[in-house]
C-alpha cells in the first residue's frame, strides 16, 4: 500500500524496493507483450478473476509461477555457494522471465505448460526472451549493449546473458576457481545449440535452441536496418520491436498444443508474410 507523499524509492535493503520492483517490472513486461500483440492480454484464469499475485519474498528455491494459486512466487533464499541472500524480485531477468514466458504464456496458449516436452521448452525460452526484449527498452542498456559489442549483435552482450549469478554459484559448487567461474554463463542466446544436438532430454538447452534462432532473428533485422544507413541504436530499437511483434503474432497462429519447433516455425512464416508482406 502506498502511504501519502510516498515516491516508491526505497533502499536495495527495504523489503518493500523487492515489492516495487517486481510490481514494475512485471507490469512493464505485461506492457510490452501487450504492445506487440495489439490487444489486451488475460491471465489464464480470465474470467472469474483478471488479477495476478506478486510474492516478492517466497522463502523456498522452488519459486515461480502457480496458476493454481494465480500467483508468481519470487524466491529469497540464502546462497551458501554465494553466501549472501538472493532475491529474485530484484531481478529483472528473473520478473520478466516468470511473467512473460510461464504467466503471460498461460494465458495465451494454456496447454504449453505441463503438456508437451517442445511447449514447456518454448515457455522457458519466452521468458528468457521476454528478458532479453524488456532489457533493450531501456536506453541505458542499449548503450551499453553497443558499447560492450561495438556495434556486432553477434557477439556475447549483458542482454544476451541470462543468470550470471546463479551461473556463478553453480561455477563454484563444481569446483571452479572465482576468477574463472565468474566467466561462466549457462544460458547465452549466443549458442551453437542445432536440431542435431542431443538436447532433447535437457529443457532448459532445447529451450536455448529457440533462444538462440530468435536472437540470431534479431541479429539479421539490425543488420538489415544498418544497411539502410540507420544509426546503430535505432536500428537495434526496430529490430528488438520487430523480433517482439513477429513473435506475438507467431503465438497466434502456433496450435494450441505444441509437440514441434517446426510447428512454431511455419506458424512463425505465416505471420511474416500476413503481417510484414514478406
Not at 535505432?234 to 519447433?261: C, M, Q, W
Request: proline share 3%; net charge negative.
Amino acid at each position: 500500500k502506498q502511504e501519502q507523499n510516498d515516491t516508491l524509492l526505497y533502499d536495495p535493503a527495504d523489503p518493500r524496493f523487492d515489492q516495487v520492483q517486481s510490481y514494475v517490472v512485471a507490469i512493464l513486461t505485461l506492457k510490452i507483450w501487450e504492445k506487440y500483440a495489439g490487444r489486451q492480454l488475460n491471465w489464464q484464469w480470465i474470467p472469474w478473476d483478471n488479477k495476478l499475485t506478486l510474492v516478492p519474498h517466497f522463502d523456498n528455491a522452488r519459486a515461480g509461477y502457480n496458476r493454481a494459486e494465480g500467483e508468481v512466487r519470487l524466491f529469497f533464499i540464502e546462497d551458501p555457494r554465494l553466501d549472501k541472500k538472493i532475491q529474485g524480485s530484484q531481478s529483472l531477468e528473473i520478473v520478466a522471465h516468470e511473467i512473460g514466458g510461464h504467466a503471460i504464456l498461460d494465458g495465451w496458449k494454456s496447454s504449453y505448460q505441463n503438456s508437451t516436452f517442445t511447449g514447456e521448452a518454448f515457455s522457458e525460452s519466452l521468458g528468457d526472451v521476454s528478458a532479453m526484449l524488456l532489457s533493450l527498452h531501456s536506453n541505458q542498456v542499449l548503450d551499453k549493449v553497443l558499447h560492450e559489442t561495438q556495434g556486432n549483435m553477434r557477439k556475447s552482450n549483458v542482454v544476451t546473458r541470462q543468470g550470471e549469478e546463479r551461473s556463478y554459484g553453480l561455477a563454484i559448487t563444481r569446483g571452479l576457481p572465482p576468477e574463472k567461474a565468474k566467466n561462466h554463463i549457462e544460458r547465452d542466446a549466443i549458442n551453437s545449440f542445432s536440431l542435431q544436438d542431443p538436447i532433447e532430454n535437457d529443457l532448459y538447452d532445447f529451450s536455448q535452441l529457440f533462444t538462440g534462432a530468435m536472437w540470431d532473428l534479431l541479429c539479421e533485422i539490425y543488420e538489415k536496418q544498418l544497411s539502410r544507413e540507420e544509426t546503430a541504436k535505432t536500428a537495434l530499437i526496430k529490430a528488438r520491436d520487430e523480433v517482439g511483434v513477429l513473435l506475438a503474432k507467431t503465438i497466434d497462429r502456433a496450435p494450441d498444443r505444441l509437440e514441434s519447433y517446426s510447428e512454431l516455425a511455419q506458424a512463425m512464416l505465416l505471420a511474416d508474410k500476413e503481417y510484414f508482406g514478406e
